[in-house]
């Protein structure tokens, strides 16, 4: 999540990046859903963007300020959502069970039911799959510090 951003170009922000954004697990982060065209991304999020210039899709990072961290990347496949995800750690940010972008590991594993844990490269991801949906709880140095959605049984190490 990190290496991407420092390979990207950033733009202004978005004005309407939500200040508090939500995850609702298996269907949207930030009102973002997988599968929606690349043109409702930025009606709902407006067209100041940064393009990743290295990454294997394309990815839009919209931030709070210009050439800041902290927002949120929608990778794009043929014109439409193919992964969200929270970068760096947006204060405010929240999921629906009462976890909140900074919560303990154990209270991330007690509130959002079963799931699977995996290693990435310098954090780990504690995962759960509707049929269509893998969301993502990142964890770096034992906090919570995104959120991710992806196509179900997919990789969620960026």
């Given at each position: 999540m990190a290496y991407a951003l420092l390979l990207c170009s950033a733009s202004p922000a978005a004005a309407a990046l939500p200040r508090k954004g939500v995850l609702d697990p298996g269907r949207s982060l930030g009102g973002i859903r997988l599968g929606e065209p690349a043109a409702q991304v930025r009606s709902a999020l407006g067209r100041q963007f940064g393009l990743c210039r290295g990454c294997r899709t394309t990815t839009w990072y919209f931030t709070y300020q210009p050439f800041t961290g902290e927002g949120?990347?929608?990778?794009?496949?043929?014109?439409?959502?193919?992964?969200?995800?929270?970068?760096?750690?947006?204060?405010?940010?929240?999921?629906?069970?009462?976890?909140?972008?900074?919560?303990?590991?154990?209270?991330?594993?007690?509130?959002?039911?079963?799931?699977?844990?995996?290693?990435?490269?310098?954090?780990?991801?504690?995962?759960?799959?509707?049929?269509?949906?893998?969301?993502a709880y990142y964890i770096v140095d034992g906090r919570l510090w995104g959120f991710g959605l992806l196509p179900a049984h997919t990789t969620p190490c960026r």
């Open positions: 949120l990347a929608v990778e794009l496949r043929r014109g439409r959502v193919a992964a969200v995800y929270t970068v760096w750690r947006p204060s405010g940010w929240l999921a629906p069970n009462g976890l909140r972008l900074g919560a303990a590991e154990a209270q991330v594993r007690a509130r959002a039911g079963p799931l699977i844990p995996i290693a990435c490269a310098g954090y780990d991801a504690l995962t759960t799959d509707t049929p269509d949906v893998r969301t």
